[in-house]
């Protein structure tokens, strides 16, 4: 029994649904301020003081100064994947107004997830990648095959770096919203900042993503791609 690890910690902290709301914010790989999190939880700064301190101290998130700023981050992929994972089987939440329809949809048709793309777009991309041949699945990871070390390399991808980094290289992540495979790890983190650079996508508010008319043309062009 005391050799497991106790997971029921961190669920604790993550149960609190002003913790989860403050979570779910940080899923975004920029950080956040404690006032802006107060704001996306609806809790007193000082209330929000409390929660930080706590998953902070339960190594989920983690604080950068920055002169007299303090912003909070997501402590790793890890925890973000384990999030992620949650969501997948957490019932959905009830919808109230158009506004709430709008937000949602967004998210579901592209955004972040950490630090790389999901939703339908992250979906489709992926399976782009599958159909020409560029990737192949394994059992918990995508395999890069030999046609894809050539297009990600012309695409601007440096592969031996990634592979050098101390995390998972092209980890299959299973999106909670279209219920099928993403690209993750430090070649999904790669694609989603090659894709800003090129300016064919753009980040909006709660982590929703837009695609530019520009890439419109060159997910289309590239890979076969038509987006929302």
Not at 13 to 37: I, Q, T, V
Not at 162 to 180: G, M, V
Not at 189 to 209: G, M, T, Y
Request: contains cysteine; positive net charge; aromatic residues 8%.
């Amino acid at each position: 029994m005391g050799s497991r690890p106790d997971f029921s910690y961190v669920a604790k902290l993550m149960a609190d649904s002003s913790r989860a709301a403050m979570l779910d914010a940080l899923l975004r790989l920029d950080g956040l301020p404690a006032n802006e999190l107060a704001r996306k939880a609806n809790i007193s700064l000082q209330t929000a003081s409390g929660h930080l301190a706590k998953l902070v101290e339960g190594n989920l998130i983690s604080v950068e100064k920055y002169g007299r700023h303090r912003y909070f981050r997501i402590a790793s992929p890890d925890v973000a994947q384990a999030i992620e994972k949650l969501t997948i089987i957490a019932p959905a939440q009830r919808i109230n107004s158009l506004k709430e329809f709008s937000r949602a949809e967004k998210v579901r048709i592209a955004r972040t997830c950490y630090d790389h793309l999901a939703g339908k777009l992250g979906v489709s991309l992926t399976e782009a990648f599958l159909e020409k041949g560029y990737l192949v699945e394994g059992e918990v990871d995508f395999l890069v095959t030999d046609k894809g070390e050539k297009f990600f390399r012309e695409f601007k991808i440096d592969l031996d770096a990634l592979r050098n980094k101390r995390r998972y290289f092209a980890r299959k992540c299973l999106d909670w919203s279209e219920r099928r495979y993403h690209l993750a790890g430090s070649l999904g983190n790669a694609v989603l900042i090659r894709l800003l650079d090129l300016h064919w996508i753009e980040k909006l508010p709660d982590r929703a993503v837009r695609v530019t008319k520009k890439g419109r043309d060159g997910l289309y062009e590239s890979l076969g791609i038509t987006s929302e």
